[in-house]
């Protein structure tokens, strides 16, 4: 007989009850979570989730999630009431009337932004994220209580659609499972990673689940083995330890098996032993009583305890080798530390803790500030997105300076992120850095434990590379050395974003006429929010817009209103009798007979490039690339269409063609000895060569050699491109 669903009012009942038993809430504040719920349940009433159950349903499970965190009744009241004002008629004011000023900031940090005009959903995506962060910073209940709600979403992501369900899980597991990890909210983090994996990744999901069910019994039986044995040993020493044992989250064996390419039977952490005590003298004295009973494993010992995580977490943890070999982790915390580690900053925000607290919870929230300035100084709101995906990741190293602080950062962190975490002055002046006493190259990645030493210059004007942007690992560096750029380089910046539009302009095949141009770079930068030309170009030059992200708009906006659709036909005007001719010079001119041939020395086409001819006045026929800036786009559009003929290159063509590079490097000595040895080595003769120094410390080399063909050329490109120093080799 299948089980009765539970009406709205009875699920309702069940929360009350939770309400009364499990928290401290008083009963003139149960009283207004009862009016919350009556209008919720009003508002609501004609609405149904995708499942075809009233909605009212998912507002009370967001607040069950809440009792579970121990969260307060204000709480409860904004999850009853989260979405009133983004999917009913309610409006803020109203709420500020009947529940108050508090209530109405935590359901409007929730909600998302009404019908902003913005042109992705990436942007989208992003303001929602702004908006949500700067509540969150005023009152960190926000993002708890939006936590709870995509919790429960994610729960009931079965009844979407497949392509909705995999953005809504992507989203998950790259936005919200990493704000929950920094928070130290486990239970919530390790559930939205593992329902995010079910959605994007099911065949893998279930296999692991398949493997976690038929986990050997003798596994098993070890770990209860190896409990029973701890819990004899400390239990003369350590009074009412309490010993469990923890399972890996799906998420975790993932990431293990697909990413570092194991087998289910190579990880071994897939089971750890719990030891949880009153005190931290306790801890350390079970530490050594597990070191004495098992051999521990070199370099898997953390001490969480005396360097905690960023989100809070503190606790110790080893891993030893048990009976027959096998290795198993143990982790050793306190009652308090444990609370800590399963809700994070839900059970030490700010209005539980009192003024002192409240300082200490402002300086663990430092990071969302620091997150938002970085996005103002950038001007670009997707630097947010992009911040929480390669900023909040799991894996933590901490590296000391040499006065000893610690300094948390994510995985793969330079030792140029290591500096401006330190401060911005310091970042800008980097000449170098030392790693435990030895000096390291500037994109080294620093690792936990290690002692690093900034090495800065005073030199008046001295300041980051362009380079580094790429070296970079955190957004927060990124922007810093941005801004440094944006504010001390303005005229580099223009100069700067001019070449690399036309740069990528060029690599991408978008051709304009002067008016043209002008029009549609205005166009874009006022789509990216600029209303002066040359903000735009700084912005660019600085890092601050990237032209390679807008390529894919550039391109759309390009085909669509300035490139005509080509006419084939009317590259071989009709009235040319189709005769073809050999040039002399490896090329094959349809339509006109015995005829001179040049090459034209604005794009200087080689054998392999797509080229047409044009028929001039007393020197034969010019040749040139197709998309050459001369050649029109629209043959039959042009003013003398019929002096447009068909060229095509001869099979067998054997003659040598000159093309012209460009290539920018980092100016240092020997540069240019080395790129002219490449090509001796190559046997390419250099017919000229120029170079000039900008003050950013790069070289831009003009030079004009002698190759065969395009895959000649590309291959002398791709040995330069190997020189120490060299950025880019354009032709």
């Known amino acids: 007989m299948e089980e009765r669903e539970l009406t709205p009012k009875e699920q309702y009942a069940l929360l009350k009850e939770r309400l009364q038993k499990e928290t401290a809430c008083t009963a003139e504040e149960i009283k207004e979570i009862d009016k919350a719920f009556a209008l919720a349940e009003d508002v609501h009433s004609a609405q149904l989730r995708y499942s075809g159950q009233p909605y009212i349903i998912h507002p009370i499970a967001v607040a069950n999630v809440l009792v579970d965190f121990g969260m307060d009744a204000q709480s409860i009241e904004a999850a009853l009431l989260h979405d009133t004002v983004e999917d009913t008629d309610v409006t803020l004011p109203q709420l500020q009337a009947e529940f108050g000023d508090e209530v109405a900031a935590l359901v409007d940090g929730v909600t998302k932004l009404g019908k902003v005009p913005l042109a992705t959903k990436e942007e989208f995506q992003a303001e929602n994220l702004r908006k949500m962060l700067l509540a969150m910073y005023q009152d960190i209940r926000v993002i708890i209580i939006k936590l709870a709600d995509r919790l429960h979403n994610m729960r009931t992501l079965d009844f979407m659609a497949p392509q909705k369900k995999r953005d809504i899980a ?46 050997t019994r003798s596994r098993l039986e070890f770990l209860e083995d190896m409990k029973e044995q701890i819990r004899a040993r400390i239990s003369t020493v350590v009074k009412n330890p309490k010993i469990d044992g923890r399972v890996k989250s799906v998420h975790g064996i993932y990431r293990k098996m697909y990413m570092q390419n194991k087998n289910f039977d190579q990880i071994y952490d897939i089971y750890a032993i719990r030891i949880i005590v009153d ?276 391109k759309e906006e390009y085909n669509k209103n300035y490139r005509p659709q080509e006419q084939p036909s009317a590259l071989l005007p009709t009235q040319v009798k189709t005769t073809k001719s050999k040039g002399s010079d490896g090329v094959t001119v349809e339509g006109v007979d015995n005829v001179l041939i040049k090459f034209s020395r604005c794009c200087n086409p080689l054998p392999g490039d797509n080229i047409i001819g044009f028929i001039t006045r007393g020197h034969g026929i010019s040749v040139h690339k197709r998309d050459c800036t001369n050649v029109p786009k629209d043959i039959a559009a042009c003013d003398e269409p019929e002096r447009w003929v068909q060229v095509r290159w001869n099979k067998d063509v054997k003659k040598e063609f000159k093309a012209a590079l460009q290539i920018t490097a980092l100016s240092r000595i020997g540069l240019m000895a080395d790129i002219s040895v490449q090509l001796a080595n190559m046997r390419v003769n250099i017919n000229e060569i120029s170079s000039r120094v900008a003050k950013d410390g790069r070289s831009t080399i003009n030079m004009n050699i002698t190759v065969s063909n395009v895959d000649h050329l590309k291959n002398v490109i791709s040995r330069i491109e190997k020189v120490d120093g060299v950025l880019s080799v354009e032709r």
């Not at 983090?189 to 994007?200: G, N, Q, S, T, V």
């Not at 663990?364 to 947010?384: C, P, T, Y």
């Not at 434990?449 to 005073?458: D, Q």
């Open 170 to 215: 992507l989203e998950t597991l790259e936005i919200y499972a990493p704000i929950a990890h920094r928070l130290g909210i486990r239970a919530a983090k390790e559930e939205l990673e593992d329902l995010a994996i079910r959605f994007l990744d099911p065949i893998a999901y279930a296999d692991i689940e398949k493997s976690l069910d038929s986990m």
């Open 279 to 554: 005190s931290v003298i306790d801890c350390y004295n079970c530490l050594g009583l597990i070191h004495d009973m098992f051999r521990p494993m070199p370099g898997r010992f953390k001490d969480y305890i005396s360097t905690p995580k960023p989100n809070m977490y503190q606790s110790l943890h080893t891993t030893v080798l048990g009976t027959d070999g096998i290795p198993f982790e143990v982790q050793i915390r306190t009652w308090e530390m444990h609370r800590t580690a399963e809700f994070g900053i839900a059970a030490h925000w700010k209005y539980k803790l009192g003024l002192k607290g409240k300082s200490n919870l402002d300086e663990r929230l430092a990071w969302i500030r620091q997150m938002l300035d970085d996005q103002k100084e950038s001007g670009d709101v997707q630097e947010l997105v992009r911040a929480i995906k390669s900023d909040l990741i799991p894996e933590d190293v901490f590296v000391f300076t040499p006065r000893g602080d610690v300094i948390n950062l994510p995985s793969g962190a330079t030792v140029i992120d290591f500096a401006y975490a330190i401060h911005t002055a310091v970042g800008n002046k980097m000449v170098g850095a030392k790693v435990d006493g030895r000096i390291v190259p500037i994109d080294y990645q620093v690792k936990t434990g290690e002692i690093v030493e900034v090495l800065t210059s005073a030199q008046q004007g001295k300041g980051p590379s362009r380079d580094w942007l790429h070296i970079a690992k955190t957004s927060s560096a990124r922007n810093k050395i941005r801004y440094w750029f944006k504010n001390e380089k303005r005229d580099e910046n223009i100069a700067e974003g001019k070449s690399e539009i036309e740069r990528e302009f060029r690599r991408n095949y978008i051709r304009l006429s002067e008016a043209e141009y002008e029009k549609f770079i205005r166009n874009l930068a006022a789509r990216q929010r600029f209303d002066d030309l040359d903000d735009f170009y700084a912005a660019v030059g600085f890092g601050g817009v990237s032209v390679i992200r807008l390529m894919p708009y550039i």
